[in-house]
């Protein structure tokens, strides 16, 4: 924010914002530094390219560092910040991503990657046939399930069918999202996020720094997000490794430990390392002074008590409490200097939720939860107060968990239980209409349950643990994000209740996670060899393990393990419907519908058993059979917006266009992001010929998909059925600039060229259709009949 801005144009945020810094005391010397580094040149060797600040909690590294965004804003830099909120490189880049597209400068190329690696990482199997792209849907691709020849000719052909119809008549994944690079891509993503996304992020970031001054990347909290990122900015800044990063490029790191000297060691003359220590007494006495704290008698109390520490400085400036005690801590004096007893109470009590709101307060406190609230988010060791997420400072909350848990191990054990049972109504009020399959995707739902969890093994250690080990499997399944948080509650809860083996379990799950990068393979091993669990748990693991290996296309490695689930429980329905998915995969059709026999026998009328068997009937080329099976699972779940995606695909292979446009119309309802059904659409009002509504629905598929191949070929088809057969040209093109070896394009902007006169051209690129799918029956029969084929295409003008 300029120091010169508009006031009337400020919002609160930046008032209050500016209230704290002309409020900070202290670290002049660090302030000039970062300042004067940005009025030194790149190419000067004083100048530095990386700021690590380091020092124990409490020292006021968060402080310093928001004064330090506030310096480099004031050099017109274009800062972004990220903590551990983001915990992995993904979801780093998207947190940049999504704060430079706030200040007018977005990463398209970038957000399109992460867009499909989302999509790709969130695809469940029940969605594997919608034409999403998926691991699975691309894997069944690869096998051959992709039909050629088999569907009604479709808008004004002559001579062979539409590559269009081809290509979706069972699956439509080449249409509608690209061809045989788009499937490396996603694959690469998914197995290995960090080397497909950064070389992406490198180009994006220099071409957005190439407009400001400076730009500064800060990151917070930075011993909670080593293990994570080391590796990856160590590797960014290694010359020729991803590409080169802009000169004018600041990475601000703060953490509570010093960084790895031996993986940081080739670029220490880039970086500054800053180690902040307690405030001296005289800048300690500036901050009292500030805060109208001038007693001596007190002044010299809160020096002894607070170790210089800034945090516990203001603690104790707000509440000194009365000198005597040698032997008190700053959180006891602060305790005991509250002369109300109900306060001093409720600020001890509300240490022990991971996060505070007028409601949790009233729980913890049992009475007068909004009126203390209000009092209590006030306090100087409160932090987020106003952002909905408020929590105590770890230096403060730390010896308040200790102080309760040492004095009354019974009170301890009744808060946890109360705040557990709060945290569980959460959960369950979340859960009311949700698919009960997929409340892990609900993020209420799941941090409500995160934090239920936590308390009940606050308050039972031991006896908690299977419940928080069974609750693994769904986390882990879901995605690399939610895994983490589960673990970390684990660990978070060793820590707040001295319990080496929850401790030892969070950190080795975490390692875990953290070593196999966006996979939980390791994760589900450790509960598989280490947990305990009984039969039926397991089989559940190792069904989820199969999905991990089915998500990275290991299609052999997933059948194992649902065969293994099977072995421990012959009546998991979900591991008979796993194995359904796989075989599909792999085209052994009839063995899927016998599993999916088996799964409706275990649990009749189980949607998903359904479902797969009208995907697996429409993957076979047998759409009345689909249409019963979809009717039916579309009875069963009304609001699955994948399951009417399918259902208008089998309808308009039937002939039903009507029907069709009805389901895709509803899907998108249900879905509003639901860029496939937004293609089918498109294509479906296309060919009854409302190219208006088809361009308006492929502009909003562009927006939720930007630079997807499929895509923009389908806006070139709109227009070669409209008669626009230059325009039509000119978005094949754009099409294969985005994947080169998108066999579809080529064929369909053949079929465009011959309609303009081009005979030669429509079978340049039919040869090269060919060249890249051998097997593209339909691109044969089109070449074989322009090669027959004298005069004008039925479609010139």
Not at 219 to 225: F, I, K, Q, S, V
Request: proline share 6%.
């Amino acid at each position: 924010m300029s120091a010169t801005a508009d006031p009337r144009r400020l919002s609160l945020q930046q008032i209050a914002e500016a209230h704290r810094s002309a409020a900070f005391v202290g670290r002049t010397a660090e302030l000039d530094l970062f300042r004067g580094n940005l009025d030194v040149p790149p190419q000067d060797p004083r100048h530095r390219f990386l700021f690590h600040v380091r020092g124990h909690a409490g020292v006021g590294k968060t402080s310093l560092v928001r004064q330090w965004v506030r310096a480099a804003e004031e050099h017109g830099a274009l800062t972004a910040w990220v903590d551990e909120t983001a915990e992995s490189v993904p979801e780093v880049l998207a947190s940049l991503a999504a704060q430079f597209a706030g200040r007018r400068q977005p990463m398209k190329a970038l957000e399109r990657l992460l867009g499909i690696h989302q999509r790709a990482l969130h695809t469940t199997a029940g969605e594997a046939g919608d034409g999403e792209p998926s691991p699975g849907a691309l894997a069944a691709a690869q096998a051959g399930l992709i039909a050629a020849g088999t569907v009604p000719v479709v808008g004004a052909l002559a001579g062979g069918i539409d590559p269009a119809a081809v290509a979706r008549g069972a699956g439509g994944l080449r249409a509608v999202f690209g061809g045989r690079a788009r499937q490396r891509q996603e694959a690469a993503l998914l197995a290995e996020p960090v080397r497909a996304l950064t070389p992406v992020f490198v180009t994006e970031l220099a071409r957005v720094a190439g407009t400001v001054p400076w730009t500064v990347l800060f990151c917070d909290t930075y011993e909670r997000t080593a293990p994570l990122l080391d590796g990856w900015l160590t590797d960014l800044l290694t010359p020729r490794r991803y590409g080169e990063l802009p000169a004018n490029l600041v990475l601000v790191l703060a953490g509570r430990r010093r960084l790895d000297p031996v993986r940081w060691a080739p670029h220490t003359r880039l970086i500054a390392d800053i180690e902040l220590t307690p405030f001296t007494e005289p800048e300690s006495r500036r901050l009292l002074d500030a805060q109208g704290v001038v007693d001596e008698n007190v002044v010299r109390e809160v020096l002894r008590l607070s170790g210089g520490l800034p945090v516990l400085v203001s603690t104790l400036a707000a509440n000194p409490g009365a000198a005597g005690d040698a032997s008190a801590t700053a959180v006891e004096r602060f305790l005991s200097g509250e002369g109300d007893p109900e306060r001093r109470a409720a600020a001890l009590a509300c240490a022990l939720p991971r996060r505070l709101d007028a409601d949790l307060v009233a729980v913890a406190v049992q009475d007068g939860g909004p009126r203390l609230y209000d009092w209590l988010i006030e306090l100087p060791f409160v932090a987020g107060r106003h952002s909905g997420r408020a929590a105590y400072h770890e230096v403060v909350r730390a010896p308040m968990l200790r102080l309760q848990r040492l004095a009354s191990p019974q009170t301890w054990r009744a808060a946890h239980d109360r705040l557990a049972e709060a945290f569980a109504a959460r959960r369950d009020r979340a859960a009311e209409g949700g698919d009960p399959d997929r409340l892990w995707t609900d993020e209420a739902w799941r941090e409500a349950a995160l934090d239920a969890l936590y308390h009940r093994l606050c308050a039972h250690p031991r006896a908690a643990l299977p419940e928080a080990l069974r609750a693994g499997t769904g986390a882990c399944h879901q995605d690399p994000l939610t895994a983490r948080h589960w673990a970390r509650t684990l660990a978070e809860a060793g820590e707040d209740t001295d319990s080496a083996v929850l401790r030892d379990w969070g950190r080795d799950l975490l390692a875990a996670l953290t070593e196999q990068g966006p996979r939980a393979t390791a994760a589900f091993g450790l509960l598989l060899t280490r947990a305990g669990l009984d039969d039926t748990d397991r089989a559940a693991v190792l069904v989820a393990r199969g999905w991990d290996h089915f998500r990275a296309i290991e299609l052999d490695a997933a059948l194992a393990d649902h065969g293994r689930a099977l072995a421990l429980d012959p009546r998991s329905a979900w591991a008979h419907q796993g194995r359904a998915v796989v075989l599909r995969a792999l085209g052994d059709h009839e063995r899927a519908l016998a599993e999916l026999d088996r799964a409706e026998e275990i649990t009749p009328g189980w949607f998903w058993a359904v479902r797969e068997r009208g995907e697996t009937y429409r993957r076979m080329g047998r759409p009345q059979e689909a249409l019963a099976a979809l009717d039916r699972a579309h009875a069963l779940a009304p609001g699955h917006a994948p399951t009417l995606g399918s259902r208008g695909l089998v309808r308009e292979r039937l002939g039903r266009p009507e029907d069709a446009l009805d389901d895709f119309d509803r899907a998108i309802a249900l879905w509003p992001e639901y860029d496939w059904a937004l293609v089918r659409r498109a294509h479906l009002r296309s060919v009854r010929g409302d190219s208006s509504g088809a361009l308006a629905d492929l502009d909003r598929a562009a927006e939720l998909a930007p630079g997807t191949a499929g895509v923009v070929g389908e806006r070139g088809d709109v227009y070669r059925l409209a008669g626009r057969y230059e325009e039509a040209v000119e978005a094949y093109g754009r099409a294969l600039v985005l994947d080169p070896e998108y066999a579809w394009a080529h064929g369909s902007r053949a079929l465009a060229h011959e309609a303009l006169g081009r005979r030669q051209d429509a079978l340049d690129d039919l040869d090269r259709a060919l060249e890249i799918d051998p097997e593209y029956a339909w691109a044969r029969q089109q070449r074989e009949r322009l090669a027959r084929q004298q005069g004008p295409h039925p479609d010139a003008p």
